[in-house]
């Protein structure tokens, strides 16, 4: 584990996030509850007699309140000040390991790094971090159930490098790995190319409409690097590994560039339908760029 730890040279990058709905739960965390407890936001007063916890006598109001009323009761009421306690949510996030992911981020590396970064993060502020990976099946062996232990962010990065590589073509165990997000909160990571059927994402995204979900879209480098020269060239299924001979001909060259960017174009369309706005990254994804995503979420 510290080999590949050391191999990738990761360094512990922490980013700032927000959950944008109050947590109902008793597990203190970084977010805004609606549950009374030790909290920092202010929820009005009670009678000491019904929350007795007198290092939250408040003398100045219970001196107010019996001078508004004095004829209401003969006898003091002393009140405390209540508060709402934070609470904690999980981070998941759904990996995609298919073939085609591995053309863009060579053994994983960069998903490794990001998985790395949501799980430092998340129990950093508190919170509990879970993996589901996936390529045409869910994959266990690469999935870590929701924990706060502090060797989480090690053991995904490391789970993500060591993968074995996908037997079937298909990206089909993204539908079944949101199953496994159960949580009563969650804020739901997905990491991918999103080079699969948008069929396949629209009914992802209809299960987890209950979640907040950020769709991390990895676009590959050489999506754009089709060969420039007419005459035969080989080219290879990411997915399959098949490889096929074509002749290149502008006709052609013009075709797969408006294949992509129509499949872009209904990707977006169907981010929008869900009203879940995605996250576009080419190479390493920097703690920068997803502090900056939620604040920007937050502005708007």
Known sequence: MADSMSRLNIQPEEFTYRFPHKVFGHVPG????????????FAGFADLFDYADPR???VRASVRNQLADPLASEQQRWLVRRYQQRSAITLWLLADITQSMAVSAVDHARLAKLAHMVAHSAIGFGDRFAMASFDSEWRQDVSIMPTRQRSAPMLAADMLMAANPSKVAGAEGLFHSADLVTSSHAMVFL???FCFDIELLDRTLRKLSHYTVVPVVWQHDDVDHIPSHAGWTEIRDSETGTRQSVWMRPSIQKRWRQ???????QLTDCFMRHRVRPLFVNGDITAQQLTQYFYTMKKS
């Open 191 to 193: 990491a991918s190319d």
């Open 30 to 41: 970084a977010h805004s509850g609606t549950s009374l407890g030790s909290g920092d936001r």
């Open 259 to 265: 294949m992509m960017a129509d499949h872009f174009e």
């Open 56 to 58: 939250r006598l408040d």
